[in-house]
């Protein structure tokens, strides 16, 4: 097992993955498998807790990009009260990658500053969403079945941040946005 403090991971990763507190050495391991050796050269870490209902459920997501590949590790704990987690290892070759997009909400828009929130979002075609509703006519008084009409959007990942939950992380994630744009071209 790969300790956060013994890993081969740069400091400033390893740090990261122990401030989260969240699994430190599952996740530094499941980084360190996922890269095969290969050398980082940029990182995103975000440590998420949502709310189904009354439980508490933690996971984190780790980004990080290579000369060749996007590595994604990502980490959920158990349901209930399961002691267990599920580490996910997903490698993307940077040539697979469609788009790359970066989304900023700015309280002060005219002084580019109050950052609100930020989204990345990065799609190479391995998910995909379908949006289905009811189709309709113009006429108001139609009662026909049009059947349905439905949108199909990639949806591979998208990592989303805020100053209030995230603090810093947030402009880290825009800056590894706009490293990802610049790598993938």
Not at 49 to 78: K, M, N, P, S, Y
Not at 147 to 166: E, H, K, L, N, W
Request: glycine share 10%; aromatic share 4%; proline share 4%.
């Amino acid at each position: 097992m790969t300790r956060p403090d013994q890993s081969q991971l740069p400091a400033d990763l390893a740090a990261e993955i122990a401030q989260s507190g969240f699994y430190p050495n599952l996740v530094a391991e499941s980084v360190e498998l996922g890269l095969g050796g290969r050398e980082i050269l940029d990182h995103l870490v975000q440590h998420e807790a949502t709310f189904a209902g009354r439980e508490l459920h933690r996971h984190i997501t780790v980004l990080v990009r290579t000369a060749t590949q996007l590595l994604l590790v990502h980490i959920d704990e158990g349901e209930g009260t399961r002691e267990e987690a599920l580490a996910t290892t997903e490698i993307v070759a940077l040539r697979a990658i469609d788009s790359v997009v970066l989304t900023r909400s700015l309280t002060d828009p005219e002084n580019l500053t109050g950052l609100n929130e930020a989204w990345l979002s990065i799609v190479w075609g391995a998910a995909r969403r379908v949006d289905l509703g009811p189709a309709a006519c113009e006429d108001p008084s139609c009662e026909a079945d049009h059947g349905y009409t439905g949108v199909i959007q990639p949806d591979d990942i998208t990592v989303r941040m805020s100053p209030q939950a995230d603090g810093d992380n947030a402009r880290k994630l825009i800056g590894f946005g706009l490293r990802l744009q610049g790598a993938i071209g």
